[in-house]
């Protein structure tokens, strides 16, 4: 059996995936111990990024060759907005954070190049690029989900939501159909197409992993306690 594309995709990114387990902000998840200033600010800019996400699912549904993929994208920017986005409300809630808040938070840097990236590949990209580039936030976020799990759910209650969100097979299930459906569009591209879809999930992976990186440190935008705007600006992803 010759191997899958997204086979070869995951094992290109390993590193930056393995980064991603390795995080302390991702460890502090699974045992319950991540600062809970860290874990709000989380909130708040995985809350922007859903809103832009949702609309590149929906960019994805609009661009799809045929009604069943279309069918699947437009459930899945539904339960986007509708499922994964009430549980960011509700831990807002929990962390006094308001939904007036979190619909006027400003992307931080990272949260502002990942969406601009997805959306400019949603809207210039061709359909098997931008199938690419959404599939390390989708395929990601349940393996770390059910590699935490495996290690127990932890007692705090915030994270524990987190954990069995994220492991919940409904969303294993959602994973799998986006890699084989990457792996479809694969099939018989020119090696030209391939580079670009590899480098399209290469670029979603290291967002993911900055995005980590990102809610660590509550990065602000360099000039911001200027403005009133926190902590000032740190990245230390290094090149």
């Known amino acids: ?135 390390p936030c989708m395929w990601g976020f349940s393996e770390i989900g059910l590699r935490l799990a495996q290690r127990g759910v932890p007692e705090e209650p915030r994270c524990a939501a987190w954990v069995r969100m994220y492991s919940d097979p409904l969303f294993a299930e959602l994973a799998s159909w986006c890699r084989a459906l990457v792996d479809r569009l694969a099939d018989g591209q020119p090696q030209e197409e391939l580079e670009r879809m590899r480098r399209a999930f290469m670029l979603s992976s290291r967002y993911e992993l900055a995005f980590w990186e990102m809610a660590h440190n509550q990065e602000r935008w360099p000039g911001s306690q200027a403005i009133g705007g926190g902590k000032p600006w740190r990245n230390r992803m290094g090149s």
């Open 1 to 135: 059996m010759s191997e899958r594309f997204t086979d070869t995709l995951r094992r290109a990114a390993d590193g930056l995936w393995q980064a991603q387990h390795d995080h302390p902000f991702v460890r502090g998840i699974g045992d319950g111990t991540v600062d809970m200033a860290a874990f709000a600010y989380w909130v708040r800019q995985d809350y922007v990024y859903l809103v832009q996400y949702s609309r590149v699912l929906a960019l994805a549904a609009a661009r799809a060759p045929d009604l069943a993929t279309t069918s699947r994208f437009a459930e899945l920017a539904n339960v986007t907005l509708n499922t994964e986005m009430a549980l960011h409300r509700s831990y807002a809630r929990e962390f006094g954070i308001s939904e007036g808040e979190l619909e006027a938070e400003l992307p931080s840097p990272t949260t502002q190049g990942y969406t601009d990236f997805l959306l400019r590949t949603a809207a210039l990209g061709s359909f098997p690029e931008l199938c690419a580039a959404i599939l």
